[in-house]
């Protein structure tokens, strides 16, 4: 959005959507592009797809498997360079439709630093002039990995029908998780693995697109991917943290919304001094879906839209940290002062799964101590969390669910003291639950002695 005047915190009526499809070797990418493709011409979008950089320069005679260090280094710069331009072409046609554009770019400009030292990753970024943001958050929207057949179905993956794929099965499996690696610090990562047939994983796919775009298509894809919420407690030191993770620092601020039922709000995200800026709408609950659209915006676009927050609701500091466990992108919020009080010292720790509760449970991080499953819990929503006053004092603005506009003022009144009973019982150092158990909206504090610890 350029030169912004802003009147009503809303979203711009045309969308150019930036997604980046990666993973490794026969993952699925050129047949998911040609699904996504089709699907969102049918809609009535404009799609481009960016070719895989790699393959049209390899394609002229570079075989990469014969490089030595120095032609690696060398190709992977000009690599760089080629794929921007190439993108930058498909970014300003996209600028210059009337409608709306979605952009699949076959591997993005951090997949280069997959194949490569991070020591040499930052030579060729400081001698292109360049920041990981920048070349990664503030140029792409969404991430999607395909994981290679060689991890899981391995009899389905080739190199025959690829002309620059020479990988065999553990080069294609490592390049795989090189690819994982590249990306995990982009906001919006999608991981497709092979537990299910491939045209499920395809479905998947277009599932996983349309929803981050925030269109609804109902059931037609059959996802039920689903974000689960947990309460931590107990975090290690940051040195003994045993993966690897990136930690941004972020504040969000609530706006005043120009339509009923709907929350609007802004994100800075900070790493490294580098901050980028989201404006995210919320639907109000349709069909059994809430959706949320999330649009990037610029630094003045952000400074204008902060003339409406909202001051009922108190701006609020996180430290998020973004990590994967297991093919799993999970990201930890850390509260942060200032704060109301009924923030301080809480962590969160969410991801999105298809699995139910007792297969996340058993899959999360064993490192991490969970205390509570509070996934569709109203209590731990930061909409909730971030209002100013006490909230038996605003019942009126406590938000069960985005539909609830049909809830009496005493029956308000009594779920947000419910609400406040479990924020304060999850917050006592000696109260253990069952964490295999999910939010019920009838769900009753419990005494420790009554109470379960499956973690």
């Not at 993966?243 to 620092?249: H, I, R």
């Not at 790493?271 to 980028?276: E, H, L, P, Q, S």
């Not at 809430?290 to 630094?299: A, F, G, H, W």
């Amino acid at each position: 959005m350029k030169d912004l005047e802003v009147k009503d915190p809303i979203p711009p009526t045309k969308r150019i959507h930036k997604l980046v499809l990666t993973g490794g070797p026969c993952g699925g990418k050129t047949t998911g592009q040609a699904h996504l493709a089709t699907f969102f011409e049918s809609l009535g979008w404009k799609v481009f797809r960016v070719p895989e950089t790699a393959t049209v320069l390899m394609s002229g005679g570079i075989s990469f498997g014969e490089l030595n260090e120095e032609q690696i280094l060398d190709f992977q710069e000009h690599l760089i360079a080629t794929m921007m331009a190439l993108e930058d072409t498909y970014f300003s046609m996209a600028e210059k439709c009337a409608q709306n554009v979605l952009i699949i770019a076959d591997r993005g400009t951090m997949d280069a630093s997959a194949f490569i030292s991070r020591e040499a990753w930052e030579k060729i970024l400081t001698k292109l002039n360049l920041e990981d943001i920048e070349i990664s958050d503030n140029r792409y929207n969404h991430i999607v990995h395909m994981q290679s057949a060689a991890i899981g179905a391995e009899k389905f993956y080739t190199t025959e029908d690829h002309a620059a794929r020479f990988e065999g099965i553990e080069l294609a499996r490592e390049r795989d998780k090189n690819a994982m690696e590249a990306w995990r610090d982009h906001p919006y990562v999608d991981i497709i693995d092979n537990r299910s047939d491939f045209d499920s994983k395809i479905n998947r796919l277009i599932d996983l697109v349309v929803k981050r775009i925030g269109i609804n298509v109902g059931d037609r894809f059959s996802a039920n991917s689903r974000k689960v919420k947990f309460v931590i407690t107990g975090m290690c030191p940051d040195s003994d943290f045993p993966v690897k993770f990136t930690d941004f620092q972020v504040v969000h601020h609530y706006l005043h919304s120009a339509q009923k039922g709907f929350q609007t709000r802004l994100r800075k995200r900070v790493k490294n001094g580098r901050a980028t800026y989201t404006f995210t709408v919320r639907k109000p609950e349709l069909q059994g879906q809430t959706v949320e659209v999330k649009q990037p915006i610029s630094q003045r676009d952000y400074s204008n839209l902060l003339a409406h927050r909202d001051d009922n609701h108190l701006p609020v500091f996180k430290t998020r940290r973004s990590f994967l466990y297991e093919n799993q992108q999970y990201q930890l919020d850390i509260y942060r002062a200032p704060c109301h009080s009924r923030c301080q010292g809480l962590v969160l720790l969410e991801t999105f799964t298809t699995s139910n509760d007792d297969e996340v449970v058993d899959s999360l991080p064993p490192f991490l101590k969970v205390k509570k499953n509070v996934t569709g819990d109203p209590a731990f929503s930061m909409y909730n969390l971030s209002i100013r006053s006490d909230w038996e004092d605003s019942a009126e603005q406590f938000c069960h669910k985005l539909s609830s506009d049909d809830e009496s003022e005493d029956e308000n009144v009594s779920e947000v003291r419910k609400a406040q009973e479990r924020l304060v019982h999850v917050s006592e150092e000696n109260t253990v639950f069952d964490v295999r158990k999910s939010y019920d909206r009838n769900e009753r504090p419990v005494s420790e002695s009554s109470s379960v610890c499956s973690l």
